[in-house]
Structure formats: C-alpha cells, structure tokens
C-alpha cells in the first residue's frame, strides 16, 4: 500500500465508490507524497476533499495562519453560488453583504457584533427564499452558502468552511438542469479555490507532520 493511501486511511479518508480513496488507487495506487501526490492534488476536482484535507482537526494546526484562510475559502466558495441567487433576486444583496462582511471579519476588519448583523440580514433573506421557492432549490442552497460563510464569527472555522462547500455543492446538483454549464464547473472551481489558499508543498508538510510528527518520517 501506499503512502498517500496508508496516510488518507488514517486521517479516516472514505473508501466507497466513488470516494478518495478508490479515486487514488485508480490514478495513482502506489504514489508517495512526491510527485505523484502533488500531481493528485493539481488534478483533483472535487474541492471538498481538498477542503476536508486542510480543515482535518491534525492537519489544520499545521498550516500557517489556516483559521482566517480556511474563512476566506468559505467566503470565496459561497461567493461562487451567488450568481444563483442573483438571477432570481437581482435586488437583494443581503447575501453577498454578508459573504462580503465575513471577509472584512477573517482580515480583522470588523467586529463579531458587525459580522452577526450581517448573518441575521441574510438569514432573513434566506428563510423569505425559503418560503417562496422549494426548500431544495439552488437559490436557497445559494443562500445557506453565504450563512454558513458568515458563520465564521463561530470557533470552528473548519466547519464553515466544510458547511459553505456542502451547500455550494447541494446548489450546485439542485441547478444542474437549468445551470448546466456552471453546475459542471463547480466542483472544480472549488477545487481551485483551496489551492488558491494552499499549495501542495506546505500541505505535504502538514500531512506529514499530523501522521508522522512534526520532525517527518521515521
């Protein structure tokens, strides 16, 4: 077996069809974390794996400043599904209001006070969303995007970042049909948005550091 799958297996990676790890073993079944894995992680386009990788509770405390960056990546994930919302409601912002303030708040620009202001208008928006659409339309599971982008006044910046991908995504296949060509993208523009905020290098380091400790392999 090898290194990535033994290190994916310990850090509880899933291993059903269609998850990471079979998705490794088909491209890749005996890659180290050299060249191989950052070839992986360059190609990967399912960013809420990514996502998973660098928000892993041992990874995590690895990565430089990862708190404010795992925040930004939820805000720039949520920003992503707004087109969905702006194309039903062209005139109400209050999403990306708060998408926007939840940036200013992981760049220390603004106060928590500030930031839940921001959360309580959208939630507003979102639940008047829900009672006019379906309650699994893609312009609600925009919104829920940008509410869990806001949360990220709460202590966990991980799970936002994991809430704001998984809504994202749900807006994503609930707008397949209508949305074809943007729902085939999102994946992988989120993908692209976490190595945007990580490169492969340090996320190497982190890895090896939670599984093997901080001085590496043994």
Do not use: K
């Not at 990471?20 to 079944?29: G, T």
């Not at 386009?45 to 928000?55: A, E, Q, T, Y």
């Not at 990862?66 to 005139?91: F, G, H, N, T």
């Not at 893609?138 to 991908?165: I, Q």
Request: proline share 4%; hydrophobic share 55%; charged share 25%.
């Amino acid at each position: 077996m090898s290194d990535a799958i033994e290190i994916l297996l310990e850090l509880g990676a899933c291993d059903g069809p269609g998850d990471a790890i079979p998705w490794v073993l088909e491209r890749a079944p005996r890659a180290g974390l050299g060249r191989e894995a950052q070839m992986l992680w360059q190609i990967c386009d399912r960013g809420d794996w990514l996502i998973w990788l660098v928000s892993h509770e041992h990874v995590s405390p690895h990565l430089a400043d990862s708190a404010r960056r795992l925040r930004l990546v939820a805000c720039d994930i949520a920003e992503y599904a707004q087109p969905l919302w702006v194309a039903r409601y062209p005139a109400d912002d209050r999403p990306q209001r708060a998408i926007d303030m939840a940036r200013r708040y992981a760049r220390g620009e603004c106060s928590d006070a500030d930031l839940r202001e921001a959360w309580a208008a959208a939630d507003v928006a979102g639940a008047a969303a829900v009672r006019a659409e379906e309650a699994d339309s893609a312009v609600v599971m925009a919104g829920w995007a940008a509410l869990a982008a806001a949360d990220a006044a709460t202590p966990s910046a991980a799970d936002a970042a994991m809430a704001a991908a998984s809504w994202a995504a749900r807006a994503a296949a609930a707008a397949a049909e209508e949305w074809a060509g943007w729902a085939a993208e999102a994946w992988a523009a989120h993908a692209n948005i976490a190595r945007t905020h990580y490169t492969w290098a340090e996320v190497r380091r982190a890895v090896e550091a939670a599984v093997w400790g901080a001085g590496g392999e043994t």
